[in-house]
């Protein structure tokens, strides 16, 4: 058995806040600092304990802050400083810790830096970004694009030079070969740190080193080339060394097209790197729900870096949308299918993250033009493939799925005017569906989702099984489509997960091995069935939640939650989209 380091983080759950779409104090449209400090009550209530907040810097806001032109500001239109410390101090009231979202694989077009760099070849932060003669031919460098546009080089007629973008070309990457680029950034951090934050989330972590000669691609469709280039994690360890090493924070990178192997260079418990590794080969290589696919990426990255280092758990974020209308079923069993997505989640291997409005089972939302869309990555592609002939009306329709703005609609948080976001007109559309989707609706019920994240919640803080716990797949169901069971065992105590991610039931046959074994049922998100009526439980108390105590202990609980318990034999029906947590006996 592999021993797990134990540290504070491990245990934790975290909340997303895109602050922008929160709550709006002030009417003007657009969430803001006051917003997450008048809500922090409601997030508290679930029992998270890490606040990871979305960039609120001083911005142009051409890509919802993620293209910064100052470091140590605040954008207006969230708040100022003295807010962000009062939100700080709040969040620590409360017994949480708040970690921000830093860009610093590029900054905006408008950063004092740039504008410099910008402005002579020979000013001294022209290196501080990446610069290029034209090719031979009087075209770009070379021939790969960016995430957002069909190059990643833009003419710079002043200078007569192209810069290098990977994302929009308002957002200039960063020359992390400069030591007085690395050592600006570093110093901005630690007056961070110093400040009180208790961590970063580091954005496009793995883009930061940009490989020799920047040669063309073979595809240049697939823009791999952008990551994971050889320095990266040089200048990884070297900022863990001139600002995070000896400090009581948490470290997350965001890392695209990574395995498991690379993934374990970024939080190798021994590589004095980062805390948590933020991978997208769910969201951004599973476009909708395969359960088989599901599980190999599970294994695989269970044995890529289980003991060794930290994973994240999450189907959605800002970037990705709802994962109830993505992966689950956001119609008739909509409650069901959020409570069984939440199940696996927490109890997975790896720390799981909750984005804004998924405690509620918020989905997704399809606009009607192009117009009432305001990601920049979708209105881009949307102009490229129109300028190329395809009817407009067949490209909304194909990007409208997956499209960023489908995750960034206001949180709900009643059936008032405007979904009670804000008095004002919103900065982009409320979902229709929330008069029947709302916080107040969910804060109400005793059997609601986010009663059920609540419960979720409260076990992993009691049980250390589902932070530390090895991780077995019962071989029986691997190659099942719709069911998914597990096990998660610790210091002798096991535990069951057993899930039907379809919309049909389906029945667990329990194999001979369970012979003689008692299962306790100890959380299920369907009614608890009378004794007998199954062979193994069901779910106890009101809507599927399992009643236990409230508080923390160190180590496993001893005597709770006092589940249904009954012998591991014969056939268990399991409901479309039904979860249940056993402990094995």
Not at 101 to 123: A, G, I, M, Y
Not at 187 to 206: E, K, N
Not at 462 to 478: I, N, Q
């Amino acid at each position: 058995m592999t021993a797990v380091k134990r540290v504070w983080w491990k245990k934790s759950v975290v909340y997303q806040v895109y602050w922008r779409s929160f709550y709006d104090t002030d009417g003007d449209g657009v969430g803001d600092l006051d917003g997450v400090i008048e809500k922090l009550d409601y997030i508290r209530g679930l029992g998270v304990d890490i606040i990871w907040l979305n960039p609120v810097y001083e911005s142009p806001d051409l890509d919802n802050g993620y293209d910064i032109s100052d470091y140590e500001s605040i954008m207006p239109k969230a708040g100022t400083l003295e807010t962000l410390d009062r939100l700080l101090a709040e969040t620590h009231r409360r017994g949480m810790r708040l970690i921000m979202d830093l860009v610093v694989n590029h900054t905006s077009h408008l950063h004092p830096w740039f504008l410099e760099s910008r402005s002579s070849r020979s000013n001294p932060k022209r290196d501080w970004y990446i610069w290029k003669d034209a090719s031979e031919g009087g075209g770009p460098p070379n021939n790969w694009r960016s995430y957002f546009s069909p190059s990643t080089w833009e003419w710079d007629a002043a200078t007569e030079q192209y810069y290098f973008h990977s994302f929009a070309a308002e957002q200039p990457d960063l020359n992390w070969r400069n030591p007085e680029l690395r050592e600006a950034i570093c110093g901005m951090m630690r007056r961070w740190l110093s400040r009180g934050i208790d961590g970063f989330r580091l954005d496009a972590i793995a883009l930061l080193a940009k490989p020799d000669g920047f040669p063309d691609a073979e595809r240049p469709e697939d823009i791999r080339y952008l990551t994971n280039n050889p320095g990266l994690h040089d200048f990884i360890r070297e900022m863990n060394a001139r600002v995070l090493a000896g400090r009581d924070i948490v470290t997350v990178g965001e890392a695209a097209f990574v395995t498991p192997e690379e993934g374990l260079k970024f939080v190798g418990e021994d590589r004095g790197e980062l805390d948590m590794l933020f991978h997208f080969e769910v969201c951004d290589e599973m476009p909708s729900w395969d359960m088989l696919r599901f599980k190999r990426i599970q294994r695989r990255w269970y044995e890529g870096l289980w003991g060794r280092g930290a994973n994240s758990q999450f189907l959605n974020n800002h970037d990705h949308t709802r994962q109830v209308s993505r992966y689950g079923n956001d119609g008739p069993y909509r409650v069901q299918s959020a409570k069984l997505l939440a199940t696996m989640l927490h109890t997975l291997p790896g720390i799981p993250y909750i984005y804004q409005g998924e405690e509620i089972g918020m989905t997704g939302v399809r606009f009607d033009s192009i117009e009432e869309y305001n990601d920049i990555a979708m209105r881009n592609r949307y102009a490229e493939e129109v300028a190329g002939g395809r009817e407009p009306a067949e490209v909304l329709a194909s990007l409208q799925p997956l499209s960023r703005d489908n995750s960034r609609t206001p949180m709900q948080w009643d059936d008032s005017r405007e979904a009670g976001f804000t008095s004002g007109t919103p900065w982009i559309r409320v979902n229709p569906n929330y008069r029947e989707i709302n916080a107040a609706r969910d804060l109400a019920a005793p059997d609601s989702i986010y009663a059920y994240y609540r419960e979720l919640i409260s076990l992993r803080h009691r049980h250390d099984v589902l932070a530390y716990g090895e991780f077995e797949e019962w071989p029986e169901y691997a190659d099942d489509e719709h069911l998914y069971v597990y096990e998660r065992h610790l210091d002798g105590v096991r535990w069951l997960v057993a899930l039907n991610h379809g919309d049909e039931a389906a029945e667990l046959i329990w194999p001979a091995r369970m012979a003689g074994r008692k299962l306790r049922l100890l959380l299920g998100n369907y009614p608890a069935p009378a004794l007998g009526d199954e062979s193994a439980g069901g779910s106890k108390g009101e809507g599927g939640s399992e009643g236990g105590a409230d508080g923390e202990c160190q180590g496993e609980c001893q005597g709770e939650p006092e589940g249904q318990s009954e012998s591991a034999s014969g056939r268990t029906k399991l409901h479309p989209h039904e979860a249940r947590i056993y402990a094995v006996e």
